[in-house]
Each structure stands twice: as structure tokens, then as C-alpha cells.
């Protein structure tokens, strides 16, 4: 009747439609089953693992807006390793998020119109 953690893992997880317009940076959410903590009781309770989101602005230099979004963990650390959030968007490579593929060409039309202006 449930699905196991080990299961659920190997298939992925579940994206739901909230996520197209936020950055997961890969995470999903992950399905399965909780046992209980007495090794006897073959009672299972089913259970949801969710990605750690949180809210944050992020301010793209290029296009010169600021954009508040709902980023995970991951992808927080992410953007400090690629320098700025405009790298971070141009570099990312998870199709998970409909978001960032507008942001991306946005972001590469508007340097490929700077840079054939000058």
C-alpha cells in the first residue's frame, strides 16, 4: 500500500507545479513511509520529505531588477559559488523551473543587444 523511502529515491521524487515558479536547484520532494521507532510494531505511517525553501530577493546586475524568489539550501550555496546571481542563472542546468528559462533569455538577450550596441 505505501511506497518505501528507497523506492521513492531511485524514482526521483514528485515536482510539483509550485516549483516552475521557484528555483529547486534538482531537489524534490520525496515520498515514503515513516516506521515506527520500537522494532516490534509493524505500524507505518506514510510521510512527506519537502526541500528546505526559503524566500529571498536577488538583485540581477544585468537586467537591473530585483526578483523575489523561493530558492532551497542548495541553490543558496550555489549562487555564492558562482559569484552573482546573474552567473548562477546563466550556468544553471536543471530544466526544473520555467522561471529560470525566462530569466535566461532575458539575461542573453539583453547582453547580446549591449554588447551590439557598443
Do not use: C
Amino acid at each position: 500500500m505505501f511506497r518505501s523511502v528507497v523506492a521513492s529515491i531511485t524514482r526521483g521524487g514528485a515536482l510539483p507545479n509550485r516549483a516552475q515558479r521557484q528555483i529547486w536547484g534538482g531537489k524534490r520532494q520525496i515520498f515514503g513511509v515513516k516506521s515506527s521507532d520500537d522494532k516490534k510494531s509493524p505500524k507505518k505511517s506514510p510521510k512527506q520529505w519537502k526541500p528546505n525553501v526559503f524566500t529571498k530577493s536577488f538583485h540581477s546586475e544585468t537586467l537591473d531588477e530585483t526578483f523575489k524568489v523561493k530558492v532551497t539550501a542548495r541553490v543558496l550555496r550555489s549562487i555564492d559559488k558562482a559569484g552573482s546571481f546573474d552567473n548562477f542563472i546563466l550556468k544553471y542546468k536543471h530544466n526544473d523551473s520555467k522561471f529560470v528559462e525566462n530569466l535566461q533569455a532575458k539575461i542573453k538577450s539583453s547582453t547580446t543587444t549591449a554588447s551590439s550596441s557598443s
